[in-house]
């Protein structure tokens, strides 16, 4: 499969705790993005790489949320402390060109 | 203030019918219109976009207008079938990560 991938699909946490998501982009898209879709909403920015480097972070990304492209390959999405309002789907994509985006098949965070 | 309004919010189609979405947005600066296409459960996919360009892209079923003066642009689904039922994302990018609207729920009974 040639396709943006996430892992893990689904993960249920407890409110405090860390979690951390992975991104496997298109391998030969330069750009990394993720965004978060809550229920009956449409994806929301929260970040984006070019290359290794992070160029834009959205208002949205509170203290608590951090992401790395280490090698401008894959990319880990951090969240500290969780709260309940960081329950959502956190959407990853790539892209070659500017707005033409993939997107990944998400993965589900419920926090209890 | 929101930068990408779509309607409506839910559309319901006979099997056959012309299914129609509708976007708006005020940037002038946005040049790329991406339709996505989102089953539950799963993550947005590219349907059809366009650039300001041209008026029109046709890709089988599926075909956008684009109205420059107006700041307007919609998606047509043409024969619209049972499994064409999800929701719809329009967005727009201008050289920029994409924002997108609300979406809407498309439902095609039989």
């Known amino acids: 499969d040639t396709g943006v991938s996430q892992d893990p699909r689904h993960k249920i946490t407890k409110r405090g705790q860390n979690v951390t998501f992975r991104c496997d982009p298109i391998s030969e898209h330069n750009r990394l993005y993720w965004y978060r879709q809550t229920l009956g909403q449409g994806p929301e920015f929260l970040t984006y790489?070019?290359?290794?480097?992070?160029?834009?972070k959205s208002r949205l990304l509170s203290d608590r949320f951090s992401a790395e492209r280490p090698k401008g390959s894959f990319s880990t999405l951090e969240i500290q402390r969780t709260e309940q309002g960081d329950s959502a789907m956190y959407l990853c994509?790539?892209?070659?060109?500017?707005?033409?985006?993939?997107f990944g098949p998400g993965t589900r965070l419920t926090v209890l | 203030q929101q930068q990408v309004k779509q309607s409506p919010q839910s559309l319901i189609v006979q099997k056959g019918g012309i299914s129609i979405i509708n976007c708006a947005y005020e940037?002038?600066?946005?040049?790329?219109f991406p339709w996505y296409q989102q089953f539950p459960g799963k993550g947005p996919a590219l349907l059809i976009a366009?650039?300001?360009?041209?008026s029109e892209k046709k890709e089988g079923r599926f075909t956008i207008s684009f109205n420059k003066s107006a700041k307007q642009f919609s998606l047509h689904i043409m024969d619209s079938q049972p499994g064409d039922s999800a929701t719809y994302f329009c967005a727009v990018s201008g050289n920029t990560p994409l924002v997108f609207g609300k979406g809407t729920r498309l439902s095609v009974i039989a």
């Open positions: 940037n002038t600066a946005f040049d790329y």
């Open positions: 790489f070019q290359n290794e480097a992070q160029l834009e």
């Open positions: 366009i650039r300001p360009d041209v």
């Open positions: 994509a790539s892209s070659y060109l500017a707005g033409v985006e993939y």
